[in-house]
């Protein structure tokens, strides 16, 4: 076989790649499963944390916003996620 040719009946294509995982942060310490999407000023993520302050706080410090302005908590959208993969 020729390199660079695909052997006849693969799936595998030259070029294709994973779709790309969900990026996730993920609160240190926290060994549970309860994942949060958190929205704010057009951003989205999602978050490993144990409960929506943390995923706010986590968020916050992705995106370099200040978890104490009170606008961030005020405009902020927490929502559970139930289903990471």
């Known amino acids: 076989m020729q390199a660079g040719r695909v052997k ?3 799936i595998a294509y030259p070029g294709e790649r994973e779709p790309p995982k ?3 942060v993920e609160q240190p310490g926290y060994t549970g499963k309860s994942y949060w999407i958190v ?3 057009g951003h989205h993520c999602t978050v490993r944390a144990a409960d929506t302050t ?3 706080f986590w968020a916050a ?3 370099g916003y200040s ?3 009170p606008e961030y908590h005020q405009a902020a959208k927490v929502t559970k996620a139930y289903h990471i993969g």
């Open 67 to 69: 978890f104490r302005r």
């Open 61 to 63: 410090k992705r995106w």
């Open 8 to 10: 006849v009946g693969s």
């Open 39 to 41: 929205s704010y000023a």
């Open 54 to 56: 943390a995923a706010l």
């Open 22 to 24: 969900p990026d996730i």
